[in-house]
């Protein structure tokens, strides 16, 4: 099984930016995807970033061309870099792990505890 630990959370203002990283307890499988996703109270977990074994990335439309997820495989770790953060990104973030022929949206894989991420005016 693996284990996700998110870090770089934080209060950061309208149109700052932040960096999130997420360590996994061992080497990923090229079969697997890794990603971020983020929920607020209340609401449902929803689909922010993707990146597979292949270095393939998919964003929401929400953030496209403001966030930017990476990998690097010695660390076994994914990053997601935000910048111009609105305060609609406010949400507590995960990191999942799910095989590639996983429905990008749904509660697959595994997941991270989380960070939260809150961004004031």
């Known amino acids: 099984q693996v284990q996700l630990v998110e870090s770089g959370g934080g209060l950061v203002q309208a149109g700052g930016s932040l960096r999130l990283s997420c360590a996994a307890s061992r080497t990923i499988s090229g079969v697997r995807v890794m990603g971020w996703y983020r929920q607020a109270p209340g609401k449902q977990r929803e689909f922010v970033a993707t990146i597979t074994g292949g270095g393939n990335t998919a964003y929401a439309d929400s953030v496209k061309g403001r966030f930017t997820i990476s990998r690097d495989h010695a660390k076994n770790t994914i990053y997601l870099q935000m910048n111009s953060l609105k305060l609609e990104d406010t949400d507590v973030y995960y990191c999942?792990?799910?095989?590639?022929?996983?429905?990008?949206?749904?509660?697959?894989?595994?997941w991270g505890q989380g960070t939260q991420v809150t961004v004031s005016s």
């Open positions: 999942n792990n799910r095989l590639s022929s996983a429905p990008v949206s749904g509660n697959f894989g595994y």
